[in-house]
């Protein structure tokens, strides 16, 4: 991550300045059975909150890795699962405000169970399955308000409904 500040010239002429974080693209994975979604939670320092999410995260001394290759490392990093299928349903701009991150979405299915192999800032996450109408309680009760999880849960909604 690095952090920058950009002269700028607005449209009425005006100068000031734009600070921008540069991060790499993340991966975010939908873990999927068909009837269940595979989350993780953990604490988000600058929160001070656990927060349950889908699984994510970027590979910055890798930024080169493709995408669905960096989807299935954090899948099976932070959960342990591997997916027999990864399917790509778009892009997201994580903070477009002060971000130039951008998130790639996968869906991941046909899923089998090994070890998780987290790094070491994930040693306290845990993961639990939940089922779609669970989910969505804990979206309306503000118990998941990770803003990667809910883009992601839209376009998986939005994918499902053009079929």
Same mark, same amino acid.
């Given at each position: ?29 939908? &873990? ?13 320092? &600058? ?117």
């Amino acid at each position: 991550m690095t952090l920058r500040e950009d002269d700028v010239r607005r449209l009425d002429g005006s100068e000031g300045i734009y600070a921008v974080v540069d991060k790499p693209t993340c991966a975010v994975v939908i &873990p999927f059975d068909g009837t269940r979604f595979h989350l993780v939670e953990q604490f988000r320092y &600058p929160l001070g909150l656990r927060r349950w999410e889908f699984p994510m995260g970027t590979a910055p001394e890798l930024a080169d890795v493709p995408p669905l290759e960096l989807a299935a490392r954090e899948l099976r990093e932070e959960t342990g699962l591997v997916a027999g299928s990864m399917a790509e349903l778009g892009v997201t701009d994580v903070a477009a405000g002060m971000s130039s991150q951008r998130g790639r979405v996968f869906l991941a299915t046909d899923l089998t169970q090994s070890e998780a192999q987290r790094e070491v800032e994930e040693q306290d996450m845990r993961t639990a399955w939940f089922d779609v109408d669970e989910f969505e309680k804990m979206i309306a009760a503000g118990d998941i308000t990770d803003a990667q999880t809910l883009a992601a849960y839209t376009l998986l909604l939005v994918c499902e409904r053009a079929r």
